[in-house]
Nanobody, 124 residues
Framework: VQFVESVGGLVQAVGSLRLACTYS????????IAWFRQAPGKDREGVSCIGRNGDGMVYKDSVKGRFTISRDPAKNTLYLQMDSLKPEDTATYYC??????????????????WGKGTQVTVSL
């Protein structure tokens, strides 16, 4: 399984940004896929996850109502639409999955395949 994340960027607070993660070698109907992030000096944390069939979305509390996860099987791509961005959303964002991730979880030890990460910076 390989992931290629889109370039993140610098955006002002309350702005929007969409991340994309194109994957290959993934048994689409068999695993969930997630976005994680890691801010400087902080632990990596789960942001959002989408289930095997594009349902069962899960969000970190602090992004609920602002972020939307989706996946397009025709394009082998995972998306994260981020609206109303805040400076505290500044982090490196990663897409990830694992062959045992049959339902959404933020248990990182279950995720064996990770993208290289893309930087998102939100300024005041």
């Amino acid at each position: 399984v390989q992931f290629v994340e889109s370039v993140g960027g610098l955006v002002q607070a309350v702005g929007s940004l969409r991340l994309a993660c194109t994957y290959s070698g993934l048994p689409y109907d068999e695993v969930a896929i997630a976005w994680f992030r890691q801010a400087p000096g902080k632990d990596r944390e789960g942001v959002s996850c989408i289930g095997r069939n594009g349902d069962g979305m899960v969000y970190k509390d602090s992004v609920k109502g602002r972020f939307t996860i989706s996946r397009d099987p025709a394009k082998n791509t995972l998306y994260l639409q981020m609206d109303s961005l805040k400076p505290e959303d500044t982090a490196t964002y990663y897409c990830a999955t694992g062959l045992r991730v049959i339902s959404c979880t933020f248990q990182q030890h279950e995720y064996k395949y990770w993208g290289k990460g893309t930087q998102v910076t939100v300024s005041l």
